[in-house]
């Protein structure tokens, strides 16, 4: 049973540049969402994806938008990447986003740095 | 917006004892508040979660109790052993989770 995968990694940009993370729910999941982890902080919850409709979003600019696919993988996007971006970007999937409060569970999460 | 304050932010113990890390949340309406276990490097763990409509839940040697009229819960880890050295963290969820900032437990042999 495979659970949340998520691509890349790591990835390595600079201030100004585009980035696109990707996400593969657990395996029966059809609600993704995304968090945004600083160092020695606790998940920042960015958005959420049901029914390839963006359902519910955390208080985060318009550079970080997403998109859900028919098969439930999900694309976090951030345009014009400040330094403040770095951290560690987890996706987390859940079953059934009508029945709100499932139990989520999380990737690896991608470590994406700023230069 | 919901503000979750979690406490200790290190918690230092010996092996065997017990351990004890409390949070607290704003929003009355939330009615969901799960744990999570983060090792060094790794994705959040999911170790236990609790509704509102229950004010104690045991899984094992880990337990969390709810007080919604203090609007307030706790994570409670029995007989601790050096593999439940990680970052643990609350949360609280009406519709969306908000996390607090974690509790550093290291168990020492």
């Known amino acids: 049973d495979a659970g949340v995968t998520q691509s890349p990694t790591h990835l390595i940009k600079t201030r100004g540049q585009q980035v696109t993370l990707r996400c593969s729910p657990k395996?029966?999941?059809?609600?993704v969402s995304w968090y945004q982890q600083a160092l020695g902080q606790g998940p920042q919850f960015i958005f959420q994806?049901?029914?390839?409709?963006?359902?519910q979003r955390g208080n985060f600019p318009d550079r970080f938008s997403g998109h859900q696919f028919p098969n439930y993988s999900s694309e976090l996007n951030v345009n014009a990447l400040l330094l403040g971006d770095s951290a560690l970007y987890l996706c987390?999937?859940?079953?059934?986003?009508?029945?709100?409060?499932?139990?989520?569970?999380f990737g690896d999460g991608t470590r994406l740095s700023i230069l | 917006g919901e503000n979750v304050e979690q406490h200790p932010s290190t918690l230092s113990v010996q092996e065997g004892d017990s351990a004890v890390i409390k949070c607290t949340y704003s929003?009355?309406?939330?009615?969901?508040f799960p744990w999570y276990k983060q090792e060094l490097g790794k994705r959040p763990q999911l170790i236990i979660d609790i509704r509102s409509n229950v004010g104690e839940k045991k899984d094992q040697r880990i337990a969390v109790t709810l007080n919604k009229t203090a609007k307030h819960f706790s994570l409670h880890i029995t007989e601790t052993q050096p593999e439940d050295s990680a970052v643990y963290f609350c949360?609280?969820?009406?519709?969306?989770?908000?996390f607090g900032k974690g509790t550093m437990l290291l168990v020492s042999p």
């Open positions: 929003d009355s309406a939330s009615n969901y």
């Open positions: 949360a609280a969820s009406r519709r969306t989770l908000t």
């Open positions: 395996s029966g999941h059809d609600t």
């Open positions: 987390a999937s859940s079953l059934g986003q009508g029945a709100r409060n499932q139990p989520q569970h």
């Open positions: 994806y049901y029914e390839e409709e963006e359902r």
